[in-house]
T-cell receptor
Framework: GENVEQHPSTLSVQEGDSAVIKCTYS??????FPWYKQELGKRPQLITD?????GEKKDQRIAVALNKTAKHFSLHITETQPEDSAVYFC??????????FGGGTRVLVKP | KAGVTQTPRYLIKTRGQQVTLSCSPI?????VSWYQQTPGQGLQFLFE???????NKGNFPGRFSGRQFSNSRSEMNVSTLELGDSALYLC?????????????FGSGTRLTVV
């Protein structure tokens, strides 16, 4: 089955700096790669996603990139703010299959 | 429109007991997936139901079971509870048709086994 690895497990950045989280996946059939943000005590919420027919996507301060050949994808948050502090999960899915999550990255943005 | 509703929000059970958790998906969504979240293990997939049928299954023991009703509401049952079953149980709904689509999560049920 699919296996998703996520790095780093924790990330501390200064407010205004960028944060980068990287994930690798194993199943070449996976074609959908969402990212979720989970604030303390809350549910995971979808913040962005990318499909296999797209190499990168940017929406304001959040950008995602996908390299299907290398089977890795990444999340970039620019100009970080204290409200970006949360746990971020990457995930991978093939049509009809379960959504498999990475282990999560705890991001701390220091004012 | 209403989001994903999970009940109850909190549960305390004793070892050996059984428990049933409920999940009502977003209106129109036909797929419900269940995940177990623990601090050390992240989000572990339990199973997915689509149109009342289990479509995918994770690597959990048979004590964990589920079902889905014709209105797409889903229940998850854990029998013979163990201390290690203490976790946040999240359900997520998606349209379930040819996709894939992003999941919308409920707020979860926090189960404590004592």
């Amino acid at each position: 089955g699919e296996n998703v690895e996520q790095h780093p497990s924790t990330l501390s950045v200064q407010e205004g700096d960028s944060a980068v989280i990287k994930c690798t996946y194993s199943d070449s059939a996976s074609n959908y790669f969402p990212w979720y943000k989970q604030e303390l005590g809350k549910r995971p919420q979808l913040i962005t996603d990318i499909r296999s027919n797209v190499g990168e996507k940017k929406d304001q301060r959040i950008a995602v990139a996908l390299n299907k050949t290398a089977k890795h994808f990444s999340l970039h948050i620019t100009e970080t703010q204290p409200e970006d502090s949360a746990v971020y999960f990457c995930a991978a899915q093939a049509a009809g299959n379960k959504l498999t999550f990475g282990g999560g990255t705890r991001v701390l943005v220091k004012p | 429109k209403a989001g994903v509703t999970q009940t109850p929000r909190y549960l305390i059970k004793t070892r050996g007991q059984q428990v049933t958790l409920s999940c009502s998906p977003i209106s129109g969504h036909r797929s419900v997936s269940w995940y177990q979240q623990t601090p050390g293990q992240g989000l572990q997939f339990l199973f997915e139901y689509f149109s009342e049928t289990q479509r995918n299954k994770g690597n959990f023991p048979g004590r964990f079971s589920g079902r889905q009703f014709s209105n797409s509401r889903s229940e998850m049952n854990v029998s013979t509870l163990e201390l290690g079953d203490s976790a946040l149980y999240l359900c997520a709904s998606s349209p379930g048709r040819t996709g894939p689509y992003g999941y919308t999560f409920g707020s979860g049920t926090r189960l404590t086994v004592v």
